[in-house]
């Protein structure tokens, strides 16, 4: 039975008519022409200290480093993110927040900006300390560009703070658009 209804289908399947309802097509092959960015290319540069220590970067850092303190080594990281990268209010209060920190309003952030002028132009930092946790805090810049923003955080043991602001400065303030 079962061969019988296979021959059957077969036989209602062929169909002797021409077929016009089938058609190809020949697309030609086009040659796309991408340039592509030179790899690890960034719009800016940056001088650091003879005693830092370059370390592993990550998907997000496009450059890290040790930082020699009283208190062991510090690690400073260099975020690079187009526009605005999220705003001062999302970054600092993420910041705060991995130092177990309540958020701060927009005109609190604001108060707590120091105010500096570097290569790219006018930047600020931010202190941020948790008193309950000295093997932990944080300096960090936010250095808006034309079209990007650079994010440097440094995380050092409370007491070391102080100790490597005037290296942080000046490393922030280093930063320049390329030639």
Known sequence: MK???????????????????IKSYKIPKSVSKQIQPK??????TWETPDNWNASTKSSMRVASYLLPSSKGNADLSVIYLNGDG?????????????????????????????SFNGNIGP??????????NKESGFLCSIIPADDFTVF????????????LRKQFIDFSSSFRYNE
Not at 39 to 44: D, K, M, Q
Not at 123 to 131: A, S, V
């Open 123 to 132: 930047y600020k930092i931010y202190e941020i300390i948790n008193i309950n």
């Open 39 to 44: 790899e690890n290319y960034l719009p800016f």
């Open 86 to 114: 999220g705003g001062t209010l999302a970054n600092v209060n993420r910041w705060r927040s991995q130092l177990d920190l309540p958020n701060l309003a927009k005109k609190e952030i604001e108060l707590v900006a120091q």
């Open 152 to 163: 440097i955080k440094l995380n050092a043991h409370i007491n070391s703070i102080d100790e």
């Open 3 to 21: 061969i019988v209804l296979l021959i059957l289908l077969l036989l209602i399947s062929c169909n002797n008519k021409p077929t016009n309802h």
